[in-house]
């Protein structure tokens, strides 16, 4: 008897546990109606998604929130350098006929760059004893349209990669041009230390670190030293502001943003004196 009387609670206490366990999984199942069935469902309708869509986005499955259309970027894509240094390429560059390149600097270069690479013009670099490397891979990047300028992107999409080649090695054969002794003012001790050491706290590298001669940087690293000071200026200005862009892997243009405007001015006239 006393068996079956300690058995009955256990019995009457059987029902509550299954209403209890029914309500559970009623307001689970209630829950996942809602939050995945009914609410994407409206908010899709809201957002102009069909109701799969809708679904799909709120499991996860697919990118994007149902409650608002997935935004699609209509930005176009920036071309950035396409000059791989392959042993194909090395080859067209070792390969470069001097002669070939001097028919056609005088046919297309010499009223900006001039017959020794000297520039006529502020606007126009020095190319005299620039590495060919250096010049091949601008004259690439324009023709390819990596970099954008009003006149040499024409005139570089009408050179094929052999002749690029040949205009950049007679460069390079050019005698840098003699600094001017009016320029060989002494720098201000925070550009030198920029040149040297860089700035550590704002992630500067030391411009030595590339620019300087047999310092181990990328092999299209451009010669700085006796280069005008207002091109100088005018290229740090545009990869500061990201509009040239064919810089490998945004170096120069992680520098120059981090750059003050008296330091860009600064450095051009330390290169303008032809320092190394």
């Known amino acids: ?6 058995s009955e ?17 009623g307001i689970l199942l209630s829950g ?27 499991l996860g499955i697919l990118p994007g929130s149902p409650a608002q259309p997935q935004p699609s970027d209509r930005t176009p894509s920036t071309p950035v350098s396409q000059v791989i240094w392959t042993s194909q390429v090395l080859q067209i560059l070792a390969r470069a006929d001097v002669q070939r390149g001097y028919a056609k600097v005088q046919e297309v270069c010499v009223s900006c760059h001039g017959e020794t690479g000297v520039s ?4 126009f670099p020095h190319l ?19 970099r954008a ?20 090695a007679y460069y390079a054969g050019q005698p840098q041009r003699n600094p001017n002794p009016l320029t060989l003012a002494e720098s201000p001790p925070t550009i030198v230390q920029l040149v040297e050491l860089g700035d550590p706290r704002r992630n500067i590298p030391p411009c030595a670190a590339c620019h300087r001669a047999g310092a181990g940087g990328p092999i299209e690293t451009p010669v700085l030293a006796e280069q005008r000071a207002e091109y100088i200026v ?31 001015g600064g450095l051009a006239a330390y290169y303008r004196a032809g320092f190394r």
């Open 128 to 146: 005299a004893g620039q590495s060919g490397a250096a010049i091949y891979k601008q004259l690439y990047d324009y023709r390819t349209g990596s």
């Open 234 to 264: 005018q290229q740090l200005r545009l990869y500061a502001s990201g509009e040239r862009h064919n810089d490998v892997y945004a170096r120069m243009r992680t520098v120059a943003a981090r750059l003050t405007a008296g330091e860009i």
């Open 9 to 25: 609670p256990h019995v009457l206490d059987q029902p509550w546990r299954v209403w209890s366990t029914v309500a559970v999984l």
């Open 120 to 123: 006529v013009s502020p606007d």
């Open 1 to 6: 008897m006393a068996d079956k009387h300690a």
């Open 32 to 58: 996942i109606l809602l939050g995945v069935l009914i609410i994407p469902i409206v908010q899709g309708r809201g957002a102009g998604l069909d109701a799969y869509t809708a679904i799909c986005r709120a």
């Open 149 to 168: 300028h009003p006149l040499m992107t024409d005139i570089a999409k009408a050179l094929d990669e052999p002749v690029i080649a040949d205009v950049a």
